[in-house]
């Protein structure tokens, strides 16, 4: 039913164009893993960004554009997609997405490690859009919270870990890394955060003091 109701909120809200289509579709035909962000997130992101007036989004975890083009979407001309990926061939895909999207003078594409490009970036950001490995997610969330504004939005996908988080025996180092920065993100005074339950649970958290 869930996957029912949110085929209904992307028909309505999120509908595909052809650069998106022919996108998502890439990643099987250059086998890309099959576990980019749905329309509906998409929407939901574009929405969120455009509420907090976001000019400069910091994303970890490119894949192959797919996510990256509904976020340089929601950008002003003049706005500024950062994102991060450690795969060189992931990478080569989503300079070609963001191409047919015409945003590539918007995106800056950083090929590496996260752990390794983060110390090298300076705010502040208006979002993070966090959606690489799960383990690392407690250091991502420091990061973030330094390198946004007040006022800033911190996104993070995968929150419900395809159910793990509330799975006692999933004691991964993915799922453990979900469940930190859920608990973090949900007492930390710096931030009013709540999960909205889109596909995989999207965190979404507004940066309220530094
Ligand atoms: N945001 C994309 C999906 C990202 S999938 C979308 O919705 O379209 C996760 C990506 O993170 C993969 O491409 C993977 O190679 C990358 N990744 C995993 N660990 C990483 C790390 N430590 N640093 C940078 N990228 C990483
Ligand atoms: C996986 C990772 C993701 O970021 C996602 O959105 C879905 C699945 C995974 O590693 O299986
Ligand atoms: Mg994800």
Partial sequence: MAERLERYTAELFAP?????????????????????????????IHVLLRAVGAVRVLEVGTLGGYSGVWI??????????????????????ARRAFADAGVADRVELCIGAALDVLPTLSGPFDAVFLDADKEN????????????????????DNAFFAGGVVDSGDRSAGAEGVRTINQRAATDARLVASIVPVRDGLLVGLKVAD
Avoid at 27 to 39: F, G, V
Avoid at 139 to 154: F, K, P, Q, T
């Fill in 16 to 44: 595909e164009d052809d650069t998106l289509v022919a996108i998502r579709s890439r990643h099987a035909t250059e086998d890309l893993p099959d576990i980019l962000i749905s329309a509906a997130e998409g929407r939901l």
């Fill in 72 to 93: 340089a979407r929601a950008l002003p001309a003049a706005g500024r997609l950062i994102t991060i990926e450690r795969d060189a061939r992931h990478a080569a895909v």
């Fill in 137 to 156: 997610l407690p250091a991502y969330y420091d990061w973030s919270l330094r390198l946004l504004r007040v006022g800033g939005l911190l996104l993070c």
